[in-house]
């Protein structure tokens, strides 16, 4: 016979929406409690403990992860290629139309900071470094030098520094400016003295406005002229719009009006000759080039016929490559 105070009813609440009611008996009670209890409980330790196992990864993976350095620290910092043996200088030397070399036979003087310094401040030139006394052997250095190596002319530049006391960023930068010449080099009071110094003595100068929306095209098709003519002709972009090179213009008697134009330029001589164009062409640029040089490798041919003929008493007065001095407006203000 079951007594009323043998059963009970258990009450299951479920998120407050529905109930189940089903019958448990008295001495099952407690200890369903007592075990529903203990489930509760394990249940709490082990949120608890994924808790502090998902909190103790995200730290450690926050502290993994390195912040990147913020621009402007050493380890964001621009530095030069390191040249350690003969070849990888060779190979460095031909990557551009215009590399920089350190060579530093004694690290430790002051002016491989200020080198250094250059180097970030002048981020269109590749930058390299040696102190290998096998390259720097091979290379003819005694001292520390810094050297500009160009294709244009196959020639290198070099500033041998003696005297560390006067040498700065601001000097180094200078002599790179004045000596990079490229196979198309803008016309500028810097490029204008290293010009100038070269030993090619034939000079081609596009005038052209910059700002004209065909100037990219331009220059491409007269770059691409200006590898044929390497080592005889430095070819020259002249803004027209820059500050000062109207005056340039107006020494080749030109006009805007009749841009763009090629100006052929011979230093010994001062010779020039002019061609406005309607549109600059690999086929023009290069027609232009070889009259030019051609009428000069003729006016030249009898200038030898003349002086075989002429008294041994009577040499030519002719001003040696190199030094010339042009007569052409520049821009002295460097």
């Known amino acids: 016979m079951f007594h009323s105070h043998s059963f009970r009813c258990c009450h299951i609440r479920f998120r407050d929406r529905w109930q189940v009611t089903f019958p448990m008996s008295g001495s099952k009670q407690g200890s369903w409690q007592g075990e529903k209890r203990g489930k509760a409980m394990k249940t709490s330790v082990l ?88 390259v720097l052997s091979h290379y003819n250095v005694t001292t520390n030098t810094i050297s500009l190596f160009r294709m244009v002319d196959n020639k290198r530049q070099d500033l041998e520094i003696e005297d560390s006391s006067g040498i700065d960023a601001t ?29 090619i003595q034939t000079h081609l100068l596009l005038f052209t406005d910059k700002s004209s929306p065909k100037h990219v095209e331009m220059m491409d098709k007269y770059r691409e002229a200006a590898v044929l003519f390497q080592g005889k002709i430095l070819f020259i972009s002249v803004d027209v719009r820059a500050k000062g090179n109207d005056r340039v213009m107006s020494y080749f008697h030109l006009k805007k009006s009749q841009l763009p134009a090629l100006a052929a330029y011979h230093t010994p001589d001062e010779e020039q000759e002019v061609l406005s164009m309607d549109e600059v062409s690999l086929e023009t640029v290069r027609g232009f080039c070889n009259g030019f040089l051609q009428r000069k490798e003729l006016v030249s041919a009898q200038d030898d016929n003349w002086a075989d003929q002429s008294q041994p008493s009577a040499p030519l007065s002719t001003p040696p490559p190199g030094n010339v001095v042009p007569t052409f407006p520049l821009q002295s203000d460097v």
């Open 47 to 134: 949120q608890q403990w994924f808790l502090a196992s998902l909190l103790s990864c995200v730290f450690m993976l926050g502290c993994a992860v390195k912040e990147p350095a913020p621009k402007g620290t050493p380890e964001d910092a621009r530095k030069p290629v390191q040249l350690e043996n003969v070849a990888a200088a060779a190979a460095f030397v031909s990557t551009a139309e215009v590399v920089v070399v350190g060579f530093f036979q004694d690290p430790e003087r002051p002016e491989l900071s200020e080198f250094l310094k250059m180097v970030q401040d002048m981020q269109d030139v590749p930058f390299g470094l040696c102190t290998s006394s096998n």
């Open 171 to 199: 000097k180094l930068s200078r002599f790179v400016r004045i000596n990079e010449l490229r196979w198309v080099t803008e016309y500028n009071p810097m490029t204008a003295v290293g010009l100038f110094n070269s030993t």
